[in-house]
C-alpha cells in the first residue's frame, strides 16, 4: 500500500504524464485537480491501468474509488 501511495502522490512527475498533460495544454507543475478534474483523473484512471495499481487496488474499490473519494 505504501508503495502505492507514493505512486499516486507524485504521479504527474512521470515523463510520459507530463507529456500527455502538455498535449492537452496543461503542465505538471501547474495543474490544478479541481478545475482540470476531468482531464487529471482520465490520464490518472489510465496510468492506474498502465502500473497495475487498479488490479493492486482492487480490493478496496480500485482507482474509481480513490477518484470519486478524492473529488467529493
Known amino acids: ?7 499516486l502522490h507524485d504521479w504527474v512527475k512521470l515523463p510520459e504524464v507530463g507529456a500527455e498533460l502538455e498535449e492537452a495544454g496543461l503542465r505538471h507543475d501547474t495543474v490544478n485537480a479541481a478545475q482540470h478534474l476531468e482531464k487529471v483523473e482520465q490520464i490518472f ?17 480500485g482507482m474509481e474509488k480513490i477518484c470519486t473519494n478524492s473529488s467529493s
Open 1 to 7: 500500500m505504501f508503495i502505492a501511495g507514493y505512486t
Open 45 to 61: 484512471l489510465a496510468w492506474g491501468q498502465r502500473l497495475g495499481l487498479d488490479k493492486f487496488l482492487a480490493p478496496i474499490g
